[in-house]
């Protein structure tokens, strides 16, 4: 079945890289996503990568993709206190296009 | 632009009441979905919608109906509330369903069921 986790807390240092794990189990999905949610508000689009590819850099944040383990990653460079919030996995598995399975959620505090 | 937005933004129940969450979306999307938020469970499916009239079950339909008579609305309705439907309820939009289309997501309602 489809089942993403993550581990549930990371803290960091201000200016440290910050790298927050996930693995998933449906080596079909199509594309795998990092939302970020801050307090009291709903999901924002982070990044994407599409399954045939293993790494994606946008400005500070670097996402890794390990098909053969299926474990994806993020790396926010220089983390900054208002990195400070959770954030989730999600896959889109190619049989069910309209689904979004999420992970449970990372909340990274940022300490300054 | 709104965006998504979602009414209320908190309610408390008692048990057996009725209620109906409002979704709306200015953006012209075809698809919407409603989710549930609960503690270390990330979010889960409610129902969704492909476009105007038409729903669908998601992972955790039981006790929901949806409705979505407009393009732009999209209501979730409790028939008789119960404490295990306390949680965050989130509604989403997206332009086209599948990756990689963006699913924006309105702020939430924080629903109690006493």
């Known amino acids: 079945g489809e089942d993403v986790e993550q581990s549930l807390f990371l803290s960091v240092r201000e200016g440290d890289s910050s790298v927050i794990n996930c693995t998933y189990t449906?080596?079909?999905?199509?594309?795998l996503y990092w939302y970020k949610q801050e307090p009291g508000a709903g999901l924002q689009l982070l990044t994407y990568?599409?399954?045939?590819?293993d790494m994606k850099q946008d400005q500070r944040l670097t996402v890794l993709l390990n098909k053969k383990d299926k474990h994806l990653s993020l790396r926010i460079a220089d983390t900054q206190t208002g990195d400070s919030a959770i954030y989730f996995c999600?896959?889109?598995?190619?049989?069910?296009?309209?689904?979004?399975?999420f992970g449970s959620g990372t909340r990274l505090l940022v300490r300054p | 632009n709104a965006g998504v937005t979602q009414t209320p933004k908190f309610r408390v129940l008692k048990t057996g009441q009725s209620m109906t969450l409002l979704c709306a979306q200015d953006?012209?999307?075809?698809?919407m979905y409603w989710y549930r938020q609960d503690p270390g469970m990330g979010l889960r499916l409610i129902h969704y919608?492909?476009?105007?009239?038409?729903?669908a079950k998601g992972e955790v339909p039981d006790g929901y109906n949806v409705s979505r008579l407009k393009k732009q609305n999209f209501l979730l309705g409790l028939e008789s509330a119960a404490p295990s439907q306390t949680s965050v309820y989130f509604c989403?939009?997206?332009?086209?369903?599948?990756?990689?289309?963006?699913?924006?997501f309105g702020p939430g309602t924080r629903l109690t069921v006493t």
């Open positions: 989403a939009s997206s332009y086209k369903a599948g990756g990689p289309y963006e699913q924006y």
């Open positions: 449906d080596s079909s999905s199509t594309y």
């Open positions: 990568i599409f399954s045939n590819m």
């Open positions: 999600a896959e889109t598995p190619m049989d069910s296009s309209y689904k979004l399975i």
């Open positions: 953006m012209n999307h075809e698809y």
């Open positions: 919608s492909v476009g105007e009239g038409t729903t």
